[in-house]
Nanobody
Framework: VQLQASGGGLVQAGGSLRLSCAAP????????MGWFRQAPGKDRVFVAS????????NYEGSVKGRFTISRDNVKNTVYLQMNSLKPEDTAVYYC?????????????????WGQGTQVTVSS
């Protein structure tokens, strides 16, 4: 099962990007979804997650108030709106489908992963 992430690119500090992740139904339906990111030489870390109904949203501390996760259950797509971007947000961003209702930072609870999309923020 392959999730398809898109929307990354190069942006100046203070700018915005919107990431999208399309997932097949077997991965998307009834499951929470999440976004993670991995900077060069660092571990993959949690960014945000959202429950099946659009509730249960969780954010990593440094992105609260700047990033918004949402989903469209008709289009089987999850989004990450990123505003006020900073150079430290530079990373490869991955979307993931959780096992059932879990919505949170535990990577082991995510069953399917996308291929990643590069986000680069210049200063």
């Amino acid at each position: 099962v392959q999730l398809q992430a898109s929307g990354g690119g190069l942006v100046q500090a203070g700018g915005s990007l919107r990431l999208s992740c399309a997932a097949p139904g077997r991965a998307f339906n009834n499951n929470a979804m999440g976004w993670f990111r991995q900077a060069p030489g660092k571990d993959r870390v949690f960014v945000a997650s959202i429950g099946w109904s659009g509730g249960a949203r969780n954010y990593e501390g440094s992105v609260k108030g700047r990033f918004t996760i949402s989903r469209d259950n008709v289009k089987n797509t999850v989004y990450l709106q990123m505003n006020s971007l900073k150079p430290e947000d530079t990373a490869v961003y991955y979307c993931a489908a959780a096992r059932g209702s879990y919505s949170g930072p535990n990577r082991s609870q995510y069953h399917y992963w996308g291929q990643g999309t590069q986000v680069t923020v210049s200063s």
